[in-house]
């Protein structure tokens, strides 16, 4: 595979790559983000709750590269993988190489056939909650000139 690949990783490999100095980027909303998450998760939204669903966040690629260097070794994840893979498409484009996209994502997914595929809050990893300093939306925007 090049370097430029997404890589698809479960929430095990997820578990090994952040022993392994990766970050965890939650690009859910931010109500999600504080109900619970990865610990050690930054929030980086894809997209905001709006009145009538869910609306793009136009900073997310701003944010982003303020954030990380291209080669930043970088999770990506959401609730159910469908953020997550429009984040990574996003970042690949952008020039990001070492992107990976947990794509059963917080809660779990189905495959194909409709078997669950079981996401970080599985019952057996660590959750965290609130929006902890430093890593909240609002305190990671505000680093990059938010």
């Avoid at 009145?51 to 900073?59: K, L, T, Y």
């Avoid at 080669?71 to 984040?87: E, F, H, N, P, Y």
């Avoid at 990574?88 to 990001?96: C, I, P, R, S």
């Amino acid at each position: 595979r090049t370097m430029t690949d997404v890589k698809i990783v479960s929430p095990e490999e997820t578990a090994d790559l952040l022993q392994a100095g990766y970050t965890y980027v939650d690009v859910r909303s931010e109500p999600e983000f504080e109900a619970g998450h990865v610990p050690g998760a930054l929030n980086v939204p894809i997209s905001h709750q709006g009145p009538a669903g869910m609306v793009p966040n136009p900073d997310f690629l701003r944010v982003m590269e303020g954030l990380f260097p291209k080669d930043a070794k970088l999770v990506v994840g959401c609730k159910m993988g469908g953020r997550s893979a429009k984040a990574t498409a996003t970042l690949k484009q952008a020039g990001f190489v070492e992107l990976c996209d947990m794509s059963a994502g917080f809660e779990g997914k189905r495959d194909p056939f409709g078997r669950p595929v079981p996401g970080w809050k599985d019952g057996t990893r660590e959750v965290e909650t609130g929006a902890p300093s430093g890593r909240s939306y609002a305190d990671v925007k505000a680093r990059v000139g938010g």
